[in-house]
Every structure is written in structure tokens, then in C-alpha cells.
């Protein structure tokens, strides 16, 4: 009787599973847990501060992992940043999601005096639509100086950060 060849290449994640190489499995797991529409945008968010970080001197290698349940990007190896956070808001209305940085930091302050076309909450995250356009270009500038915020501090010699 012959046998059925068996299909080993080919399979398709399942529905709803992002594609993206993760190293940890719980970040996917929470970008797997995302609404269609807003897992994309969020995806699209990820690379992008992949991306920053990646071209962006100093930076080094970024680790992504959860914090408070979300997923975060921190310079460990270089230290050269502040921890970048995304996720949906879940007190807003409709398909919210933001970009936290640290708190204590004067980075929004920074962005919201270099784009106060942004919208923003407090000192903490930029707010985004997924309805709307992403605007990269402001994106990664913001990312870009998150994830130098130390090395800027340090490269100054002073205790007030300035944009590099």
C-alpha cells in the first residue's frame, strides 16, 4: 500500500498569531492577543523602534520583553536609553494606542516642543490612532532620542539632557 507523502514546510501560523520573529514567546502571546486592526498597527510600531535602534548609533542590541504586560525595548547591553513601551489603550474609545517612555524623564516634554502636532497623554506616551497615519518620520526621531536618552546625559557631563 503506498504511503501518503507527508507535508512538513508550509504551515501558516494560526489565525491571529503574528509572523514577526520573536524571541519571547509571552511578547508574542500579547501581540497574538491583540485585535486584527490594532495588532498591525502595533506590529508596524515594533519594527519601527527595531528599526531606530538598529540604525540609530550607540544604541546596541535591544531586548524586548513585557513590562506591566506590555511589550518594552531596553538598551541593556549599552544601557544607552530610557525603556520604550507600547500598547493599546484600554480606557479609550475605539482603536488607541500609545508609545510610553519613563515618567520621570523630560522626554515628552522634549517631543511635545519638537511636535505639537502629536497627541499626547501627561508626561508619559504619545497617543496614535490606528485609524489614522502613522507619522514615522516624528516616530523615530522621538524613539531615536528614548533610546540615547543616557548616552546624551553622559556624552553633556551635566544632569540636564539635551537632545543629540
Known amino acids: 500500500m503506498p504511503q501518503t507523502p507527508k507535508k512538513t514546510g508550509g504551515k501558516k501560523p494560526p489565525a491571529g498569531k503574528p509572523r514577526a520573529g520573536f524571541s519571547d514567546p509571552a511578547v508574542a502571546a500579547v ?13 508596524a510600531l515594533r519594527r519601527l523602534i527595531l528599526d531606530t535602534a538598529r540604525t540609530t548609533k550607540g544604541v546596541g542590541a535591544i531586548e524586548e ?9 531596553l538598551t541593556t547591553a549599552t544601557k544607552s536609553g530610557s525603556t520604550i513601551r507600547i500598547d493599546r489603550i484600554k480606557t479609550a474609545p475605539g482603536d488607541r494606542y500609545a ?24 508626561n508619559r506616551s504619545i497617543l496614535l490612532d490606528a485609524k489614522g497615519k502613522l507619522p514615522e518620520a516624528e516616530l523615530r526621531h522621538c524613539v531615536a532620542l528614548a533610546l540615547t536618552y543616557h548616552l546624551g546625559k553622559r556624552q553633556a557631563g551635566r544632569s540636564k539632557w539635551t537632545p543629540v
Open 31 to 43: 501581540f497574538g492577543a491583540y485585535p486584527k486592526p490594532l495588532q498591525t498597527r502595533l506590529l
Open 65 to 73: 520583553t513585557l513590562k506591566w504586560g506590555q511589550p518594552s525595548y
Open 99 to 122: 508609545v510610553f517612555f519613563h515618567c520621570q524623564t523630560d522626554l515628552v516634554a522634549t517631543f511635545r516642543e519638537l511636535y505639537p502636532e502629536l497627541n499626547y497623554s501627561g
